[in-house]
């Protein structure tokens, strides 16, 4: 296992209104956050914030390339992004869901004190398989065929690369001391972005190079 401190690109936020960030997910142009009562679009390049829709969102977010997923409590809404509106809802795994991922045609939901990652169905709900984690997890996000997630116990918090086979970890970013991590996507290149939890902020940080990259 290869261990290394996280490299922190850029922090946005505060923003006015949400006091907390939870998940967060990346459409090709801009970051969606969850905080709370709202799903906000936050534009990388200038900082800023250019548009809500008033929904639940008290956990992970996902975009399969034309809707976004949006956990709330014990359900996940489906969500056009152009009206706002949820044109569907599927039940949550239950157990503390947290981090949200669309890879493979498939939703996959964190659940945090239960330790686990589950594939599951984004028409049914049904699970299809379920990958265990050695800590808490809170958000999860998929690049090129590499699940990462997000951990975050006490005032330590770590992102991990896992082998989706068997749950070994495979690489270990450490976040400074006192900076938590809630949600978690890529940028499909080599950013993560890292929802900040009740900082309020989102935060990029580097991913690591691969040779074949």
Same mark, same amino acid.
């Given at each position: 296992m290869k261990k290394s401190a996280a490299e922190i690109l850029r922090e946005y936020g505060p923003f006015p209104g949400a006091e907390q960030v939870h998940g967060v997910t990346f459409d090709g142009r801009h970051v969606w956050f969850a905080s709370g009562d709202r799903l906000n679009a936050l534009d990388p390049s200038s900082g800023q914030t250019v548009r809500s829709i008033d929904?639940? /969102?008290? /956990?992970?977010? /996902?975009?399969?390339?034309?809707?976004?997923?949006?956990?709330?409590?014990?359900?996940?809404?489906?969500?056009?992004?152009?009206?706002?509106?949820?044109?569907?809802?599927?039940?949550?795994?239950?157990?503390?869901?947290?981090?949200? /991922?669309w890879a493979e045609g498939t939703l996959w939901v964190g659940q945090y004190r239960d330790r686990k990652i589950h594939q599951i169905d984004p028409e049914t709900g049904a699970i299809l398989r379920t990958i265990e984690s050695s800590r808490f997890v809170t958000g999860v996000t998929w690049v090129d065929g590499e699940l990462w997630h997000a951990t975050w116990e006490g005032d330590e918090s770590e992102i991990r690369q896992i082998d989706h086979e068997t749950g070994e970890v495979l690489e270990v970013l450490a976040m400074p001391a006192g900076v938590s991590v809630s949600g978690l996507e890529s940028d499909g290149g080599d950013q993560l972005f890292c929802g900040g939890g009740s900082s309020g902020k989102v935060r990029a940080i580097r991913r690591p190079r691969r040779e074949s990259r």
């Open positions: 929904v639940a /969102a008290h /956990a992970g977010t /996902a975009f399969d390339g034309k809707h976004l997923f949006q956990i709330a409590e014990d359900r996940i809404q489906k969500i056009d992004p152009k009206t706002g509106h949820v044109v569907a809802t599927i039940p949550t795994p239950g157990g503390g869901d947290s981090g949200l /991922a």
